[in-house]
């Protein structure tokens, strides 16, 4: 179980990292900045994959287990990225919380825009003391010029994975993998 | 869909449990709160059939805030009938000077669980626009109505919580212990 260890009013500077493009890129050109980096395993059929990737590259990690949503067929988890923010400001109880999250300009999905990210971090300021910022330096980012950036720092032999089907290879005709080769990013590795 | 009424056996919302005729389920959360057994007996003496959930017991403040408190009823809310549209009413008043308890922060939580879940979510606070003084006056007419609203968890209300202390500036402490 993941544990706090930090003194009541410290600040802890968090990255959700996932072995995907977006989040990579904020560990390589932020990596002094975080005090923890945090995998999420919410039971997703790729999670193995996904651990491969930062496994490969010795990023130490925590994860945060959070099982018991309901998934769609589409790979859609209800309440996922609002729980995620609930259990981080719950373990991290009266800590001024920074959540670093791989946001880009590109992201569609109603629960993971900025503005989403706006109001949930209005409501836990409001809910609980210590404060939260929830930071997405690639808001204005497209993946391509994300994937392009994050090449040039990525040991060469490694691919992030940022496919929904588990496997080994990315099977490039699930909806990530499709979303990739739309923003050109699919093709870079 | 489902109108639900969140019961806390405090005066706003058992003044909504009179009101609202149109409520399918009555839920009551525990959350570790000391006044557990009085919030309790409060809600029996309404002899409404009601829901109670147990969730991990919640933070305190010095103040009396409860952190995290309607934010994790709601989200419980929205994932306990988590196939079903649902109606939450929710007793916040006018007076009411904590951050999480004013009809702003409910339409910013009804956004954002719409955003994440397939079902909606609609939040409404009938005694927003209501003072605790007026509150009080129109329970004080109900026969045989008892609220409990002390953070202190003694039978007869405590006098010194801020609760309390509320209750006695506006002059509505003494009828409702006596």
Redesign the interface.
């Known amino acids: 179980m993941m544990k706090d260890g930090h003194a009541e009013g410290e600040n802890v500077r968090v990255l959700l990292i996932s072995g995907g493009v977006d989040s990579l890129y904020l560990y390589y050109k932020y990596q002094n900045v975080f005090d923890k980096l945090i995998f999420v395993d919410y039971n997703q059929p790729v999670r193995e994959n996904e651990k491969k990737v930062l496994d490969d590259l010795q990023i130490d990690y925590e994860t945060l287990i959070l099982h018991g949503l309901?998934q769609?067929d589409n790979g859609y988890v209800?309440?996922?990225?609002?729980?995620i923010i609930?259990q981080l400001?719950?373990l991290f109880?009266n800590k001024r919380l920074v959540i670093y999250l791989g946001v880009n300009a590109e992201d569609m999905t109603?629960?993971n825009t900025p503005l989403?990210y706006r109001?949930?971090e209005?409501?836990?300021?409001?809910?609980?003391?210590g404060g939260i910022r929830i930071v997405m330096p690639l808001e204005n980012m497209n993946k391509h010029d994300i994937g392009i950036e994050l090449k040039k720092m990525l040991p060469k032999k490694i691919t992030p994975w940022s496919c929904d089907v588990p496997g080994e290879k990315q099977c490039g005709n699930c909806v990530s993998c499709k979303q990739g080769k739309a923003s050109e990013v699919f093709n870079i590795w | 869909m489902v109108n639900i009424l969140l019961l806390s056996g405090g005066m706003d919302s058992t003044l909504i449990y009179y009101i609202e005729k149109n409520i399918d389920e009555y839920v009551f959360f525990n959350y570790g709160q000391k006044q557990l057994k009085q919030e309790r007996n409060a809600i029996k003496k309404l002899n409404v059939k009601y829901k109670e959930i147990k969730i991990n017991k919640l933070n305190y403040t010095k103040n009396g805030f409860i952190q995290g408190r309607n934010l994790t009823f709601l989200i419980e809310l929205r994932e306990l009938y988590i196939d079903k549209n649902i109606v939450v009413f929710i007793g916040s008043n006018k007076d009411d000077v904590f951050p999480d308890n004013n009809t702003k922060f409910m339409k910013k939580v009804e956004s954002i669980l719409n955003a994440s879940y397939i079902k909606n979510i609609k939040i409404i606070t009938p005694l927003s626009n209501t003072t605790k003084k007026t509150i009080s006056k129109s329970l004080s007419q109900v026969e045989n109505v008892s609220p409990y609203w002390c953070y202190s968890g003694t039978d007869t209300p405590c006098g010194i919580c801020k609760s309390c202390k509320e209750l006695k500036k506006i002059g509505e402490f003494k009828k409702w212990i006596q």
Do not use: A, H, Q
């Open positions: 309901p769609e209800w309440g996922r990225n609002i729980e609930l400001r719950k109880i109603r629960s989403f109001k949930v209005d409501v836990m300021n409001e809910s609980y003391t």
